[in-house]
């Protein structure tokens, strides 16, 4: 009898959420139990559960930058916004140099006009201006409401659920899986969502009665903060005031409590909607029998304030906007904490 040569394991597949500005304690694991998020709480329970993550920098393209290099941004030089990626430092598909895999990037780059293509990435399906998602919506009828022919921030958060990024996503995300399900494969799906401004097709989600408020959000405020901090609660309050009168509600800073709790009820929302799509793709993954060999990391490139310390959005390493959730699926291990790291 010949003997047959042995099956050569298959090599695992990763998958890596991105939300863009989620809060660690956005799931029940970090402190979120009213938050409805039932597809990253059923995660975190499979997972092994980072409980001190803090980002490089709580800013987009810096901490972007360390996550997809491993490099701090003060040496990649992305220490601010829009500052495209040196090529010279690689990212970490480049990295694995393993050819056998089939590797793409879906949603929010912001290291770069060009994309993460030719960065070891071999597709990138795009949300940014004039890619993919502008297109789509072209083609579903939405008429754009710039004259450059792209969509604001106002349109799109208006949309319906169909219509929405985080659907947008899932949808080409589950279609990679389907395509590549007998490859070795990356994946990463980059939710531009629960980012400002804080609207979305789920802004019920939530009841406002439940909506909890930090607690130094109803303090007094404190001037034993940095100066740039303090500035930059002075300019938002200012804003606030302003826009009142000129934008719709989920366009301005809050100021009193109720303003607060209602952001951070639409803010929910939009966690409820990326939930949803994670849960969607999770589920495409174990349609194709691919769960026990897949590699499944959630986390986010910042937190929000969320009107802790009468501030909103990121920029500044208090808790809130530093701290992100980390979790880590992996096949055949037990989950686990992880305490301090």
Known sequence: MVSQPAKLPRKPNLIVFLPDQQRADTIACYGGKKVH????????????VFERTYVTHPVCTPSRSSLMTGTWPHINGCTRNSVPLDRRFRVFPEL????????????????????????????????????DYTN?????????????????????????????????????????????????????VAFVEPHSPYNGPLNDEHPLSEIDLD???????????????????????????LDRQRLPRQFFFG???????????????????????????????????????TIVVHTSDHG????????????????????????VRLPGHAPESFHNR
């Open 37 to 48: 998020a039932p597809n990253l709480n059923k995660l975190a329970a499979e997972s092994v």
């Open 96 to 131: 694995m140099q393993d050819k056998d895999y089939r590797t793409a990037y879906m949603g929010k780059w912001h290291l770069g006009e060009e994309g993460p293509a030719g960065r070891g990435f071999h597709q990138w399906i795009s949300t940014e201006n004039h890619g």
């Open 136 to 188: 789509f919506l072209i083609a579903a009828g939405v008429t754009p409401d710039k004259q450059d022919g792209r969509f604001s921030e106002l349109v799109i958060s208006n949309l319906p659920l169909e219509l929405s990024r985080p659907k947008f996503l899932e949808k080409h995300a589950c279609e990679f899986i389907e395509k590549h399900f007998r490859d070795p494969f990356v994946l990463v």
């Open 215 to 241: 607690p130094t959000a109803m303090l007094p405020e404190n001037e034993n903060i940095p100066l740039r901090y303090r500035l930059m609660r002075e300019w938002q309050q200012a804003e606030a005031v």
């Open 255 to 293: 100021v009193t409590t109720d303003e607060n709790r209602s952001i951070r009820q639409r803010y929910l929302g939009l966690v409820t909607l990326v939930d949803q799509s994670i849960g969607a793709i999770l589920g495409c993954l174990e349609q194709f029998g691919l769960s026990d060999n």
């Open 304 to 327: 929000d304030s969320l009107g802790a310390h009468h501030l909103f959005g990121k920029e500044v390493m208090f808790e809130e906007a530093a701290r992100v959730p980390l979790l």
